[in-house]
């Protein structure tokens, strides 16, 4: 568990129109949460710990789970036996605990009939969040008890533990970070990224670029899985493997009799299977005795035909691999040329705030760098529909003659930006001249994101 998770920042939310919009840091994000499982608890007439054990055991939202009648309609039949039973912790003086037998004035209980010391409490509560639980049941859950504690319960229980009331409050935030699709994890900075448009190339306040689905550098429309493979991928594996199959093929016959596979290290070509069938390992003939005279006149042998087909196909797999992780690693290595440019706009946003000092306007100033960025999600697009194209599609003329159209075009778009850095002044008369190629190029981005969406239906890239 991640004991800084509530130390974050940074919680940016991603729109379609800004993509770096800061949203939350993580602290005020787990107020979100507690006030979303408070205003359930509320909506629905039930306790606090009946919501909170609802959100968690079901792995939903709370805007979500509002939405299930079926669920809902389960939990508020039994409201009134849920209100009535439960109350809040209480101090009470003078009991005998149930746990350590002993009579302590520090006391806690549950109107479940619990009657625990302060003690016993904080060290089951302890006990319960070093082993990551986030739903803490009453101690006397040996006796059947289904009570959880609320959040303002683990607090009284742990008497002052900040350290492992963040703990707690860390675990509660990890779960419902998980339960949210749409709350994603910067995988260098470790912020929080809210990308309510849904999009595939997600940018962090630290400038860090990534698939949200699986962290590596954007790669869209190619799917996660197949650039998992391309960049785990060990070439030279793969041709240990084609060369293990070659040897099996090549030293593998199976008995003409029962099918056994049966293989020669060395010797003569008489062959006797666990069957008891002789036979010619060579030409597969089918003999008598390991006495039979039998003169072969097979030159090549004979390769059972799933044996060949399965070899052709792991060569062609081996070639089709190659090549794409060739395309692969110039695509990065192109991407990774435009993302190089990010320093030069450093230069170019210290260059305007000495320009403009307070006299720029907030769009002005983020007018560049947005351009920038759309530049970069655009030729990364283009770069990897490529890789694409050579590795999935099945009109492979087609969609590469389209893609053509917008390689040429960004070379243009890219040299006119590049010409604009360079005179970028006071007059401001950049200022229209980024708007419109950020507009382009937006509106072709999008031209391309439907095509490819669109060009295999139900097998898209885009998924």
């Known amino acids: 568990m991640d004991e800084t998770l509530l130390l974050s920042d940074v919680f940016t939310d991603i729109v379609l129109e800004d993509r770096q919009t800061p949203f939350h840091n993580a602290a005020s994000l787990y107020e979100e949460f507690t006030k979303d ?40 039949q039994d409201k009134v036996d849920i209100t009535t039973r439960f109350s809040n912790l209480n101090e009470q003086e003078k009991s005998i605990c149930t746990i350590c037998t ?60 900040e350290q492992n009331f963040d703990k707690y409050k860390n675990l509660l935030l990890s779960n419902f970070i998980k339960r949210s699709p749409n709350i994603d994890n910067c995988p260098k900075c470790h912020n929080y990224v809210k990308n309510t448009a849904g999009v595939l190339n997600v940018r962090c306040e630290c400038s860090h670029w990534f698939c949200p689905k699986c962290e590596a550098a954007p790669h869209e429309p190619v799917r996660c899985d197949l650039v998992d493979t391309l960049l785990k991928a060990d070439n030279k594996s793969f041709k240990e493997d084609l060369d293990t199959l070659r040897y099996i093929v090549g030293q593998t016959k ?13 010797g003569c070509n008489y062959m006797r299977c666990t069957c008891n069938a002789f036979f010619c390992f060579n030409c597969l003939r089918k003999l008598n005795t390991n006495h039979e005279s039998h003169h072969c006149v097979a030159v090549n042998g ?3 035909q799933n044996d060949l087909e399965v070899l052709t196909k792991r060569e062609v797999d081996v070639q089709k691999l190659e090549k794409s992780r060739e395309k692969f690693n110039a695509s990065n290595a192109e ?4 993302l190089s440019n990010e320093a030069r706009l450093e230069m ?22 947005e351009c920038f960025w759309v530049q970069v999600d655009f030729f990364s697009f283009i770069s990897y529909a490529s890789l694409w194209i050579d590795y999935v599609s099945d009109r492979k003329d ?66």
């Open 37 to 76: 499982y408070h205003a359930f608890a509320k909506e629905n007439n039930i306790s606090p710990a009946r919501a909170l054990t609802t959100l968690i055991r079901n792995g939903i939202s709370a805007q979500n789970l509002s939405e299930n009648e079926t669920l809902i309609k389960n939990i508020t």
């Open 102 to 161: 002993e009579e302590k004035k520090a006391f806690r209980s549950l109107i479940c009939g619990h009657n625990i010391c302060s003690a016993c409490w904080k060290g089951h509560v302890k006990a319960q969040i070093s082993m990551e639980n986030i739903l803490i049941n009453c101690i006397g859950y040996d006796d059947g008890c289904s009570y959880c504690l609320t959040i303002e319960q683990v607090r009284l229980a742990l008497d002052g533990d």
């Open 254 to 266: 199976y008995c003409p009799v029962c099918e056994t596979p049966v293989q020669k290290t060395e």
């Open 302 to 304: 004979h390769i059972a």
């Open 335 to 338: 991407v990774k040329t435009i």
């Open 348 to 369: 170019i946003d210290e260059k305007l705030r000495r320009l403009y000092d307070s006299n720029i306007t907030k769009e002005e100033a983020g007018l560049l760098r």
């Open 398 to 463: 087609l969609d590469q003659c389209f893609i053509s159209t917008y390689k040429e075009a960004f070379a243009g778009v890219k040299k006119n930006f590049e010409d604009i850095l360079d005179k970028v002044t006071v007059s401001r008369e950049w200022v229209p001249k980024v708007r419109d190629t950020t507009i382009l190029l937006k509106n072709k981005l999008s031209i391309l994101r439907s095509y490819f969406k669109d060009s295999q239906g139900s097998s898209s890239p885009i998924s």
